[in-house]
């Protein structure tokens, strides 16, 4: 008798198709909404059926197409005649590199720290941790504003700026984790087996801590947009004629009443996009977390 196509699935491809049909309805439309935002970031120069800065003031503040608009401007066009549907997917294209980058950023600097402080303790860890302290007891938008009033606000410098968000959420998260992970047996284990500490933590610790520290990538990355967007409403991030969200909400702010197009395409994606990487970020803690994931039956 001949084996039918489900007699032939591997038990590893049968277990990735059950957790898949246990993947919840909202963490599908979440990953699809993320994968949307990025292959709209990665295409923005083929999909956009504008250019971010081409301007046509003879259409200036024309409403969307569904509100009886040129059906040329699917979301209407700004005080300048730009395409809004245009400015929204290259707006997106920035927010998104801007939080990626800055998540990058902050993730490696404040891990790095956090394990140095866990190994060398003393001196280092003390310097560590005051810096920690300082730039938790600071806004950090009070900052941002102070180096990018003084310095100039070049995109390269905005990154940067922006990059140095969270990091002390990081060293302290994995200071900790760290220091118990040392507490643990198999590290103490390995440890006098008389290999290199930096083997240790890279192969061994690294691994076990990471479920914590992808979370809190979720956690920041939302935060970096919102953090964008704030200095770009202010005028201290990207500059026109350039774009952004946050460049989005702030031209719009004074045309709310009278052409809210301009402003509100670019508040639903910031805050689909929040919600979005929230959700999955807690999705993800609890798979990758052990002490939380239910009992296989």
Known sequence: MSATPADTVSPADADAQRRFRRLPVVIVLCA???LLCAVLAIGADWIAPYGYAEQ???HRLQPPAFLGGDPAYLLGTDGLG?????RLIFAMRASILIAFCGTLIGSTIGTVLGFLAAHFRG??????MLMVDFQAAMPFLIIALAILAFFGNSFGLFLVVVG???WEVYARLTRGLVLQANAKGYAFAIRTLGVHPLRIYVRHVLPNILSVLVVQVTLNFPEIILLETSLSF???????????LGLMLGEGRNYIATAWWMAIPAGIAIFLTTLSVSLIGDWLRDRLDPTLRPAEQ
Do not use: C, K
Request: net charge negative; glycine share 10%.
């Open 32 to 34: 699809a909404w993320l």
């Open 56 to 58: 046509s003031l003879l």
């Open 82 to 86: 730009r395409d809004v549907l245009s």
């Open 123 to 128: 001196w280092v860890e003390d310097a560590i």
């Open 164 to 166: 140095f968000h969270g």
């Open 234 to 244: 202010l005028g201290l991030g990207v500059q026109p004629p350039q774009t952004s």
